[in-house]
């Protein structure tokens, strides 16, 4: 009889560890539910209730043993087992609770931002913290019938909804360019739950938009709304508001944000709006003067390219002029833009790290530091910025800046296992793994190198282009390890003879470090003797350097090529030194005599440097020639020259003395005369300026170009494009 007695009390007991356990996790979902109302009312961390619904479910173990046991354990009686499981189970829950949540921000959800005025005034706002934005992806919104005069509105509607949704600082969107599904979802779902794509079409001139917003994983729709009308920007409007109401944070004391219409932040012109779509700023603020938006995406791409430091000065002048047609970081970013464009620095650092902390992963906030920090070499910060930037936000462009900043900190084992964490987050990963390969090849590990690149070439065999650059520099790393010694040959600054740009390599480790000004620093692997490799070759063209040496050996220009899926494009860098740096000085401070001098000795140094030549053509010109000569020589050749069949025209007037010059497309640049018929211009010094004259009047201009791998001018080359009459 006494074991079905025993069998009886064991199930009272189990009953009554039943009954009671089923109280505690509603209990525990109520004190959750009284939390989770708690953190929404003061604008605290999310994470506690993840962090607390942890505890409940890591203490279960312990809390059965204990219900069950209860009567002996109260009166202090331990046995071994739960002597071991009990502060094994609490170990065990604090470490999980450290590696889940360590680098979570536990505080408030907001945080107030001090910042000054344009007039001087201090002011606070509360704004959300980055951590705590919804983050999510728009993709094309797709035509459901063929039409030309709207197919700009693919893109052009993401853009524009884009822009307006940046308004809101409780939200993070980003534009990307993918119309195909199943990419849409494996790009979306490395770092969202959710994204953003619609279709449209136009009948009887009523506009039919519709949005959706889906799951990340599978693109199943979890909301969707459709507008009609005839104003495409009113819809806009409209799916801004749907989008915002759907994904935005229902928190009491969430900040809200004004939302202005897309019309008084960008244009109200759609033509302009179609050539902005397309990138064609210049053709945007031709449609409409006060477009400030394009001015500063055009001046943003002028600083990041050096195409030209007069075009920089101009358009950063018109963005800071029309500002008010912005929302407030935009009007933020103009002043950026400004600062940037008159080399100053300084101010430029102190505002961009002001408006990080409003956007600590805004892409133009970020790169603009990248920017500065690259130009004084400051490592440390650069790298660190990046770690933040990931640590804030992951998405596509910190993951890109996290890889690289362990590049150049030379970690590349952990490189190496942050690429592999992400990956076990996608197991059908075609992407992802080749992001190993400049890694491998700088720890010198030739085979997992191999490994990837032949898994690149085999998943990708249309990359060949681009894919033949490393086979190449994985041939030669493995016959010829890379040493530091061995890289301090590639040292020094060049200069791009097609625009201002320059670029600076140092080493460092074993690899070769490059500034562009204006962007950020890339990290280069040797692939031959006296040459160099950088790029991905799934997401962005692979370069290669090759560098040309004198008769005494020395680097003296690199031979860049830019390897894209189906082309390859050549650019040239010449390399500077103390001679020329003096020189151009000189020449830009008009004082013509030293700069003679300075010319004379830099040319000597660098006698394949074909565009000293030139310049110093300008200065024994300009000296033999009074000024009233030379101005009137200047307005001889103003004017407009076209060609009929032909939409870009060149465009030449004087302004303060000085011949401008500028065609579409182009960016605006200072021409200098090395004779009466002759420019150059040192924004671009690989071309040559002509003008031809009959009975003493111009009456067509076409240009000259300098050929690097011949070594000489081709004269009137691309005569269909380049012979143009005066109008």
Partial sequence: MAKPEAEKNNYKKWKQVAQIFAAYLVGAWTFLEFVDWILSRYSLSPYWVELLLWVFIGIIPSLLMYLFHHERINQKSLRLREKIIFPLNIAVLA?????????????????????????????????????????????????????????????????????????NKNLKPDVIFIDNTAEKVKEASYFFDFYIDGDFEVTDSVITLNTYIRKAKNAQVIMEKTFKGKDILDLIDDATVFVTQSLDSDEFNNPSYLDLPIKEITSSNLKALEYFRYGDYENAVK???????????????????????????????????????????????????????????????????????????????NNTLKNIYGRTKNLDAYTQMAMDAWDNQKDRESGLSMIEAGLIQEEYDAVIKQIDAFSLLQPNDDVLFAFKLMPELLKGDIEAAREIQEKIKLLYPDLENKTGVYD???????????????????????????????????????????????????????????????????????????????????????????????????????????????????????????????????????????????????????????????????KEVTGTYSKEGNESVRKFWVEDGRLMYKRDGVAGKELLPISETSYISMSGVQ?????????????????????????????????????????
């Fill in 95 to 167: 470490i999980g609770l450290y590696f889940g949540f360590g680098t979570s921000d536990l505080g408030a959800t907001t945080k107030a931002v001090e910042y000054t005025t344009e007039s001087g005034e201090k002011r606070t706002a509360l704004i959300t913290k980055e951590e705590f934005r919804t983050g999510f992806y728009i993709y094309n919104f797709e035509p459901k019938a063929s039409d030309s005069a709207t197919a700009w509105l693919e893109y052009g509607i993401p853009l524009l909804l884009n822009e307006d949704l940046l308004q």
């Fill in 287 to 365: 449609e409409d003067s006060t477009f400030a938006l394009a001015y500063l995406f055009d001046g943003r791409r002028n600083v990041v390219y050096s195409r030209s430091k007069t075009q920089e000065q101009s358009l950063a002048d018109k963005a800071y002029e029309y500002r008010q047609r912005m929302p407030l970081q935009r009007q933020s970013e103009a002043l950026v833009l400004r600062y940037l464009a008159y080399d100053q620095f300084e101010e430029a650092e102190k505002l961009v790290k002001i408006q990080l902390e409003v956007d600590p992963n805004s892409d133009t906030y």
């Fill in 472 to 634: 190449s520099a994985i041939t030669f790393l493995g016959k010829n390890p890379a040493k530091g010694k061995d890289l301090q040959k590639f040292e020094g600054e060049y200069r791009s003879e097609s625009s201002e740009q320059t670029i600076t390599l140092w080493p460092k480790g074993k690899a070769v470090l490059k500034y562009t000004s204006g962007q950020r620093i890339r990290v280069l692997i040797k692939a031959g003797d006296f040459s160099l490799v950088s790029g991905h070759p799934l997401i962005e063209p692979v370069q290669k350097y090759e560098f040309l040496r004198d008769d005494k050996g020395n680097n003296y220009v690199v031979k860049y090529e830019q390897n894209q899926a189906d082309v390859t494009d050549t650019f040239w860098y010449w390399k500077l030194d103390e001679t020329i740096a003096e020189a151009e000085s000189l020449l830009q401070q008009r004082q013509l005599d030293n700069a003679k001098t300075a010319y004379e000795k830099a040319i000597q140094a660098n006698p394949k440097h074909y565009y000293l030549k030139t310049a110093l053509d300008h200065i024994n010109y300009v000296k033999g020639m009074d000024s009233t000569a030379l101005s009137n020589q200047l």
């Fill in 687 to 727: 071309i040559k300026y002509e003008f031809e004259y009959e009975d003493g009047k111009v009456v067509a201009s076409y240009v000259w170009r300098f050929n690097a791998e011949t070594m000489s001018w081709e004269e009137n080359f691309m005569p269909e494009i380049n012979y143009l009459l005066k109008d």
